[in-house]
């Protein structure tokens, strides 16, 4: 079995919860495909006026959910994508540029097919999925909103986040987390997110796709109506990519007022399972620095 393969089913099967939870349906745009979705938000939030906390900002707290089979598939393939063996399909969740296609750079892309061979998924072994892949990696999440922070929290591998929303300083640039350092603003009823100093261990998809260390995450969070959250990130790295590029996803809001999220059994480097995945060959991916980015594309 491949590596991608292997790294697929430890997705599927940590997500049994997210394929059956209940969310609401109702909504101006009411469309899951991501283009058309964020065709539709854009316009709907225009003239939505949404619900506040004390402090008058729009109220994102809750239980939200990436509906039907898009959660997974942008998990497993930001590009458009069959369903097959070790992937559910799914539909391209690039909005910019408009023909779904991530403007990768030549070695990048020979790169990514290595990686998908000889290296593991981070899912695989438990560890933090980084920004963006935290936000469509597979399961139900919760947001905590407080005036000085926005916490996310999810089923999938006890994944977490932590946004301030106060005015502290950024972390100093030595300082690399699995989720980076991430600082967030209002721009009117507009939650806007920028993230920097990742460790650049997690892949943005299932594929093998990655960024460094010197990528930059632009992350925008707007309600479009009581129960419809519209998800947008733009990320930068000219190390592995041409130019920027932008996702979309709809968050739809959990129904069921009783609902918590469940424990996952699901620990850091998942020693056992990972003995299984070293006897055929198969090791965590290490990361590419934008030093060894750089001379990639010299090299070609």
Not at 12 to 37: G, H, K
Not at 152 to 157: P, T
Request: charged share 20%; proline share 8%; glycine share 8%.
């Amino acid at each position: 079995m491949t590596a991608f393969a292997l790294t697929a089913l430890a997705g599927v099967l940590a997500s049994p919860v997210a394929a059956s939870q209940d969310w609401v349906e109702e909504s101006v745009c009411a469309d899951n495909a991501p283009v058309e979705f964020h065709t539709c938000a854009l316009a709907a939030a225009e003239s939505f006026d949404p619900p506040r906390t004390p402090d008058g900002r729009p109220q994102l707290g809750g239980y939200w959910m990436l509906p039907g089979g898009q959660f997974g598939g942008a998990y497993e393939d930001l590009e458009e994508h069959p369903g097959e063996l070790d992937a559910l399909g799914g539909a391209a969740v690039i909005v910019d540029p408009p023909d779904g296609a991530l403007p990768i750079r030549p070695w990048a892309a020979e790169q990514v097919e290595a990686n998908a061979v000889r290296y593991l998924h981070h899912n695989a072994a438990c560890f933090l999925a980084g920004v963006p892949n935290t936000m469509y990696h597979g399961g139900p999440r919760q947001f905590l909103q407080t005036p000085d922070y926005l916490v996310i929290l999810s089923y999938n591998a006890h994944a977490y986040r932590i946004v301030r929303l106060d005015d502290r300083p950024p972390l100093g640039e030595k300082i690399s987390l699995w989720n980076g350092d991430s600082r967030g603003w209002w721009e009117g009823d507009t939650l806007v997110i920028e993230t920097n100093n990742q460790n650049a261990l997690p892949w943005l998809d299932q594929r093998g796709r990655f960024y460094t260390q010197e990528a930059q995450v632009a992350e925008r969070l707007t309600l479009i109506d009581p129960d419809t959250l519209h998800y947008e990130a733009t990320i930068e790295d000219p190390n592995v990519y041409t130019s920027p590029f932008t996702i979309a996803l709809p968050y739809r809001r959990i129904s069921d007022e009783t609902y918590e999220i469940p424990e996952l059994a699901c620990y850091e480097n998942n020693v056992e399972l990972m003995e299984v995945y070293r006897q055929v060959g198969l090791e965590i991916f290490p990361g590419i620095s934008p030093e060894e980015a750089r001379s990639a594309a010299e090299a070609r």
